[in-house]
């Protein structure tokens, strides 16, 4: 797991130099640059695989004409050598760098679909004169790139990019508007102009000046006639090797372990994995609605893991705040990215290595809205003057509450839901604002940027699904929109701040396949991840197994009226708003006094505007 950057066209070693130090944090074990004329690669290592100098790079084929720079891991890189070995290649080191570079040599462009991992690579071509950039099936590493003037400039993140000076930092409104429709700019735009990041499971050639894109994974149709029994065997045994081949690597592996069924479900495939107890990290909160720290201990206790876990405060996590601000330059509106980044704090004071549980909600129905999805269709099922006269009256008037995932909370956010058209009504679900919300709340120079369809993004990644049913479309909304620009986004970008690598067993090819090919039926009867319950029931305690989920949240919305108005105040204060020029400043004290005061829980638009804000304050001014 590292930071990568590059460019092709004009450019020096002292920018490359420069492009590296700002991604630092992401690989504090090694540096390396490479140049010449016309193009430039720079590297920051976390050594994870081969510790050895042999495992430095950029690095390069043996008669020079390839060379790579590397982010992430391939996991059958062991295979993928033993087939090399057979038809006569000889390594000179224990990395799977070599192994793509090897790979490349010997099949091309063809080599990138027989990669499976977490990856972003750039990688240039000599003879072809061509750069060759790759990401990952599910976007699990970043991917940025730049095209100006006959330059194309890459990096890690964004903020490398803007060392070089073919690369101005300014505001993308599309960006910005993208972010407050979906909580995050959605790939390919980024919220800087002419900075795009590189779509998953697609490779970019950059040769002579022209750009273009191939496409070299696509998601599978849904096997109609799969049969449980069946279908939960291969489950078991495509988790049992996803989870221990991400378990290899030359420094020590732990497991985040929150109490929640995924976790729990990673933990034990890695304890059954491993010949030592394996270590796992959770964190808990005083807020007791938000604490899951109990079901982390029973899990931890009944599979014999050395379990470490830290109670966290408020003002903990308010320095979070401020020390994950100021890494990141792209913002993403999950208040998880704290807890995240502590956990992965605490996690790295032990470990190099950690696997996650992320990617369960999205294949196996986890979710809360998929509940909602049920209970939308009874709701349309009454009658007009019902709804509109006894339930939504009702509902507008519950008392405001900020436990986790409150009464009130879950059913104003279900009416948001109600009249919006599938597939967009789980978008309708998780925004923090609708469609008149944004028009109300953004400046002129904004408005002009709001598109006709807010979820033309939507369309685009649906349409690589052809006569897929709404289920289908379903899921892979979460895997292309929330899981991919939120989920893991903020996952690597909290983790590598602190040189930590994570990994997403879940998010394995073969398990990933095997997912999408399962009807309806196998992952949701009841409630979501029905075939995961069934797997796991005798392994792990029952009330860890069938209780609902509960998601890695914060209790900001108490904390905006208590410990954390004033860093609300002063943030998006009426002078600061009207400096940004973003939102309309009248609407968003009219937000602040609504939230403090207890007449609304505008705990999701607040902070998303108390985000933007922050990073508009840290990156642009």
Not at 23 to 42: I, M
Not at 213 to 235: G, N, R
Not at 520 to 533: A, D, H, M, Q, V
Not at 593 to 612: D, I, P, T
Request: hydrophobic content about 40%; overall charge neutral.
């Amino acid at each position: 797991m590292c930071g990568i950057a590059g460019f092709v066209g004009e450019g020096d070693s002292k920018t490359l130099l420069g492009m590296i130090e700002t991604l630092a944090h992401r690989g504090p074990d090694d540096r390396g640059v490479w140049q010449e004329a016309g193009v430039g690669l720079a590297h920051a290592r976390l050594a994870v695989v081969d510790l050895s100098p042999g495992g430095h790079q950029p690095m390069h084929s043996k008669d020079g004409s390839v060379s790579i720079v590397f982010n992430g891991e391939i996991y059958n890189y062991k295979e993928l050598r033993q087939e090399l070995e057979a038809k006569g290649k000889i390594f000179s080191t224990q990395s799977d760098t070599e192994v793509i570079v090897q790979m490349y040599e010997a099949f091309g462009e063809a080599s990138f679909e027989q990669l499976k991992g977490m990856y972003a690579f750039g990688l240039y071509d000599t003879k072809k004169e061509s750069l060759f950039l790759v990401r990952d099936r599910m976007g699990e590493k970043p991917l940025y790139f730049s095209e100006a003037k006959g330059t194309l400039v890459f990096a890690s993140e964004p903020k490398a990019l803007f060392v070089h000076p073919a690369v101005p930092r300014v505001v993308d409104h599309k960006g910005v508007v993208s972010y407050l429709t979906h909580d995050a700019a959605l790939t390919p735009v980024s919220v800087f102009a002419g900075v795009q990041k590189l779509e998953p499971a697609m490779y970019a050639v950059y040769t002579k000046g022209v750009l273009t894109k191939q496409t070299y994974w696509h998601p599978p149709q849904v096997d109609t006639s799969a049969v449980f029994a069946e279908t939960l065997s291969k489950l078991d045994k495509a988790l049992m090797h996803s989870v221990s081949s991400q378990m290899v690597a030359d420094v020590p592996v732990g497991v985040f372990l929150s109490g929640g069924l995924d976790s729990s479900l990673i933990t034990y495939y890695a304890q059954q994995a491993s010949t030592q107890p394996v270590h796992t990290f959770s964190l808990g909160f005083k807020e007791r609605s938000y604490d899951e720290s109990s079901y982390a201990q029973k899990v931890a206790k009944h599979l014999g893991t050395v379990h470490h876990e830290r109670i966290v405060t408020p003002e903990q996590v308010r320095e979070a705040l401020h020390a994950v601000v100021d890494k990141l330059d792209e913002p993403i509106a999950d208040p998880a990215l704290l807890p995240n980044y502590l956990l992965a704090q605490f996690a790295r004071e032990h470990v190099t290595v950690a696997l996650g549980g992320d990617g369960g909600d999205e294949l196996f129905l986890g979710y809360p809205t998929f509940i909602a999805e049920q209970w939308l269709s009874w709701y349309k099922k009454l009658p007009t003057f019902v709804r509109r006269r006894l339930v939504e009256p009702l509902v507008r008037a519950l008392p405001v509450s900020h436990h986790y995932f409150s009464l009130d909370f879950k059913a104003k956010q279900f009416l948001r839901g109600v009249g919006v058209p599938a597939p967009y009504t789980h978008q309708a679900w998780l925004e923090s604002f609708n469609e008149a919300e944004r028009r109300e709340l953004l400046t002129p120079g904004y408005q002009a940027s709001l598109p006709q369809n807010p979820y033309a993004r939507i369309d685009e990644y649906l349409a690589e699904l052809p006569g897929a049913d709404v289920h289908m479309q379903t899921v892979y909304f979460y895997l292309r929109i929330y899981m991919q620009d939120i989920i893991l986004a903020k996952v690597d970008r909290t983790s590598m701040q602190v040189a930590l690598e994570v990994r997403a067993p879940f998010l394995d090819t073969e398990v990933v396949e095997l997912a999408l090919r399962m009807p309806r039926e196998f992952t949701y009867k009841g409630s979501g991840k029905y075939i995961l319950r069934k797997l796991m029931e005798d392994r792990l305690p029952k009330d860890v197994v069938w209780r609902g989920k509960h998601g890695f949240g914060l209790p900001v919305g108490q904390w905006f009226r208590e410990e954390w108005r004033p860093l609300l105040e002063e943030t998006l204060s009426h002078e600061r708003v009207v400096k940004a020029g973003i939102c309309r400043p009248e609407v968003v004290d009219r937000l602040i006094q609504e939230h403090v005061a207890g007449l609304y829980n505008h705990r999701k638009k607040l902070w998303s505007l108390l985000v933007l804000h922050l990073w508009y304050y840290r990156w642009i001014v």
